[in-house]
């Protein structure tokens, strides 16, 4: 497990180039190939971005797992931060985040006497928001009892993401008028000062109470020292633990109106993933809890996390959806991130009892 997870490292596939990631695709079918006796995937290319399917059989899909070969790591990372493994961790760019979910998954899959039903997708922009992925998520699990999402768990105890808070992105904009800042400033309109008021707004929408954030992030104004600014930019990330909160915040964001007389404010953007609520995973939980008692591990812990993944997708369209399937270490996107190696054995077991169990519930609803 661990020389695969070496080889799908050491094949860089950054979000950014499409290419690489298809090259780093096709290096998980050569090994799909070898461990499953399967056949090649289905390469589906979406505005030149290639995702990979794996069906085992002509079997309506039952369970879907789902992961992705894109990391947030530039081409050439690697020559700076190589894959090594030292004192059981395993490190390196995209180990934890999410390569070692894939060759888990592979294992697991190995372990199967019968894998009518299930489906494994590998998508290629899952670090961009899965632009080009999202509607053949949606596709592919559609009619699925589970969607069994492949990132990484949370935190070293090896915790299943059991909710997830939806994401919404937007990027303001307040147009003013340029004017010598010295000579005759006030013939401008500044729009500094004016994105500087709606950052202030912002802050009044979000609801820490409730887990609601509304964060400026990257803001960017003027053109010269000199000059009154007649542009500038902020972009917010928001997170919601419900869609309710999530619609509420997007509503308000668009109720927010120029403070300064002749200036101008453009809202773009809105919610890109809906929340994954404690309701979708919560059969499943106790499945996958069920599952790791048979085997001998510790039982599992469910938490809630801020980040969003595909399985806020799965479970927006109604499949039961349980997520963190994926690698124990620690590190997502932070130089370092790492998978403790010992527990991958017992990962792959663990989803390969899930599934097991899974199909032969597949017949009943799940409760």
Same mark, same amino acid.
């Given at each position: 497990?661990?020389?695969?997870?070496?080889?799908?490292?050491?094949?860089? *596939?950054?979000?950014?180039?499409?290419?690489?990631?298809?090259?780093?695709?096709?290096?998980? %079918?050569?090994?799909?190939?070898?461990?499953?006796?399967? =056949?090649? !995937?289905?390469?589906?290319?979406?505005?030149?971005?290639?995702?990979?399917?794996?069906?085992?059989?002509?079997?309506?899909?039952?369970?879907?797992?789902?992961?992705?070969?894109?990391?947030?790591?530039?081409? &050439?990372?690697?020559?700076?931060?190589?894959?090594?493994?030292?004192?059981?961790?395993?490190?390196?760019?995209?180990?934890?985040?999410?390569?070692?979910?894939?060759?888990?998954?592979?294992?697991?899959?190995?372990?199967?006497?019968?894998?009518?039903?299930?489906?494994?997708?590998?998508?290629?922009? #899952?670090?961009?928001?899965?632009?080009?992925?999202? $509607?053949?998520?949606?596709?592919?699990?559609? &009619?699925?009892? $589970?969607?069994?999402?492949?990132?990484?768990?949370?935190?070293?105890? =090896?915790?299943?993401?059991?909710?997830?808070?939806?994401?919404?992105?937007?990027?303001i904009r307040a147009h003013g008028r340029a004017a010598h800042a010295g000579l005759e400033?006030?013939?401008?309109?500044?729009?500094?000062?004016?994105?500087?008021?709606?950052?202030?707004?912002?802050?009044?929408?979000?609801? !820490?109470?409730?887990?609601?954030?509304?964060?400026?992030?990257?803001?960017?104004?003027?053109?010269?020292?000199?000059?009154?600014?007649?542009?500038?930019?902020?972009?917010?990330?928001? /997170?919601?633990?419900?869609?309710?909160?999530?619609?509420?915040?997007?509503?308000?964001?668009?109720?927010?109106?120029? %403070?300064?007389?002749?200036?101008?404010? #453009?809202?773009?953007?809105?919610?890109?993933?809906?929340?994954?609520? /404690?309701?979708?995973?919560?059969?499943?939980?106790?499945?996958?809890?069920?599952?790791?008692?048979?085997?001998?591990? !510790?039982?599992?812990?469910?938490?809630?996390?801020?980040?969003? *993944?595909?399985?806020?997708?799965?479970? $927006?369209?109604?499949?039961?959806?349980?997520? &963190?399937?994926?690698?124990? &270490?620690?590190?997502?996107? %932070?130089?370092?991130?790492?998978?403790?190696?010992?527990?991958?054995?017992?990962?792959? $077991?663990?989803?390969?009892?899930?599934?097991?169990?899974?199909?032969?519930?597949?017949? /009943?609803?799940?409760?």
């Amino acid at each position: 497990m661990v020389g695969l997870l070496r080889a799908l490292v050491e094949c860089e *596939s950054p979000s950014s180039e499409p290419e690489a990631v298809a090259r780093c695709g096709l290096l998980v %079918a050569d090994a799909a190939s070898e461990l499953l006796g399967c =056949g090649p !995937p289905e390469a589906i290319d979406v505005d030149g971005t290639t995702h990979f399917r794996w069906r085992f059989s002509d079997a309506p899909t039952r369970i879907a797992l789902i992961g992705h070969i894109d990391t947030v790591w530039p081409a &050439g990372t690697l020559a700076r931060w190589p894959f090594t493994v030292e004192d059981g961790r395993a490190t390196g760019p995209g180990a934890f985040d999410m390569k070692a979910g894939i060759v888990q998954a592979l294992h697991a899959l190995r372990a199967l006497d019968d894998r009518s039903g299930v489906v494994l997708l590998l998508t290629a922009d #899952e670090e961009l928001g899965s632009i080009t992925s999202r $509607a053949l998520i949606e596709e592919t699990v559609a &009619g699925a009892v $589970a969607a069994l999402i492949l990132e990484p768990s949370a935190g070293l105890n =090896g915790a299943l993401k059991t909710a997830r808070k939806g994401v919404s992105n937007y990027d303001i904009r307040a147009h003013g008028r340029a004017a010598h800042a010295g000579l005759e400033p006030e013939k401008g309109v500044n729009a500094t000062v004016e994105i500087a008021s709606q950052v202030l707004a912002l802050a009044g929408i979000a609801r !820490p109470d409730v887990g609601t954030t509304v964060t400026p992030t990257v803001l960017s104004a003027g053109t010269a020292s000199n000059v009154v600014p007649a542009e500038a930019r902020v972009q917010v990330d928001v /997170r919601a633990a419900s869609i309710a909160e999530q619609e509420r915040v997007d509503r308000d964001i668009h109720t927010l109106v120029a %403070a300064i007389p002749g200036a101008a404010i #453009e809202m773009l953007g809105g919610p890109n993933r809906p929340p994954l609520e /404690r309701s979708s995973s919560a059969a499943l939980f106790q499945v996958a809890s069920d599952a790791a008692a048979a085997i001998g591990l !510790p039982p599992l812990e469910g938490v809630e996390v801020g980040g969003g *993944s595909d399985g806020n997708f799965t479970a $927006a369209v109604g499949v039961p959806t349980l997520d &963190g399937l994926g690698a124990v &270490g620690d590190g997502a996107h %932070a130089e370092g991130e790492f998978v403790v190696t010992a527990t991958m054995p017992e990962r792959a $077991a663990l989803l390969a009892g899930l599934i097991s169990e899974l199909l032969v519930r597949a017949g /009943r609803p799940m409760s």
